[in-house]
């Protein structure tokens, strides 16, 4: 009996030293990659910085692609795989089409900038390297820099079935935005904040076209809509337009990360209605108007959003590896 009581014991400590690393990974933390590879900031900022100097779309690219990917199994970087023929990965479904490549290609570029130091080749998951490239354009194109917590496994599917039903839609009301971000742990102040990257986005106009030409009988140009901003629009996006067409989702200041959204929202300039309906809504309008004048205020509540968003779905242990490319499975 103790013997088999001390193959029990030897069975349950193999366990726990098994489920260690596991538990460890669970884990984000600055400096994450001290020991591993003690560079890879400076690594990945260097090669986000010479993308950023190649194309400014580089910036609401990368944002999106994060923002993407955190929304749909986790921030594990499975909207970067690329589908094969039996498996049509998560990039494919309809609402990441519009997915600008240069969003892509910013972050392979900067893991094989990474992989190509020798002590930090495949030690560093995509993930990770998408929530620092994050963070890099975001400070490029004016916005607040932050501390990003690192430790993310990359993931093992992707599949445009996930897609469904879990992103945001141009079209969607304070209730449908609020219930999809509390899906993911984030509050109703974090969805007003990460909205603000809007500042930087840009838009087909086939996403808004309703708003313009079509939005009800007795309205065919959306109410809510700036009359000025509305013939803008119109003149911008003919009703044949060509659908490559994109127009700057900030009307004022589209290549600088700013509060400035809110004071467009203030005067009927929200682009889509997701947009808008911060301010229509009497829930949301106090924090617009609040963030239209003070930058400062707005800075530290997107910091708090976007670090929560960065710990949506985080995969460890057996569940996630580091891919050797980004854009294919091990």
């Known amino acids: 009996m103790a013997r088999f009581i001390d193959v029990l014991l030897v069975l349950s400590l193999s366990l726990s030293f ?191 076209s309703n708003r313009i030409y079509s939005f009800s009988r007795q309205s065919p140009v959306d109410p809510t809509l700036n009359r000025a901003y509305a013939t803008q629009l119109q003149q911008m996006c003919p009703r044949n337009v060509d659908p490559r067409i994109a127009i700057n989702m900030d009307p004022n200041t589209p290549r600088r990360f700013d509060n400035v959204y809110y004071n467009n929202l203030q005067q009927g300039k929200g682009l889509f209605t997701s947009d808008q309906v911060l301010f229509t809504d009497q829930r949301s309008r106090p924090l617009v108007n609040a963030w239209a004048t003070n930058s400062q205020a707005f800075n530290n509540a997107f910091v708090t959003a976007i670090t929560k968003l960065g710990r949506v779905g985080v995969n460890t242990g057996k569940n996630g590896n580091i891919r050797r490319r980004c854009d294919a499975f091990n």
């Open 18 to 208: 098994c489920l260690l690393p596991e538990t460890a990974s669970a884990q984000l933390r600055r400096n994450f990659y001290a020991k591993t590879c003690p560079n890879v900031e400076s690594i990945v900022r260097n090669a986000v910085t010479q993308k950023f100097r190649q194309t400014f779309v580089t910036v609401p690219a990368t944002i999106r692609l994060f923002f993407h990917d955190c929304f749909v199994q986790g921030c594990d970087a499975s909207v970067i795989i690329q589908s094969t023929g039996s498996n049509k990965a998560e990039k494919d479904h309809p609402d990441n089409l519009s997915l600008a490549g240069d969003g892509f290609d910013t972050v392979i570029k900067a893991k094989q900038a990474v992989d190509a130091v020798p002590g930090c080749r495949n030690k560093v998951s995509c993930a990770d390297i998408l929530a620092m490239a994050t963070r890099d354009v975001i400070a490029l194109s004016g916005g607040p820099s932050y501390a990003v917590e690192l430790g993310r496994l990359d993931g093992l599917s992707s599949t445009a079935a996930s897609v469904n039903g879990k992103l945001p839609q141009p079209t969607f009301n304070l209730n449908q935005l609020n219930s999809l971000f509390a899906a993911n742990g984030l509050s109703q102040t974090d969805m007003i904040a990460l909205s603000g990257a809007h500042s930087v986005g840009f838009s087909h106009c086939s996403k808004f």
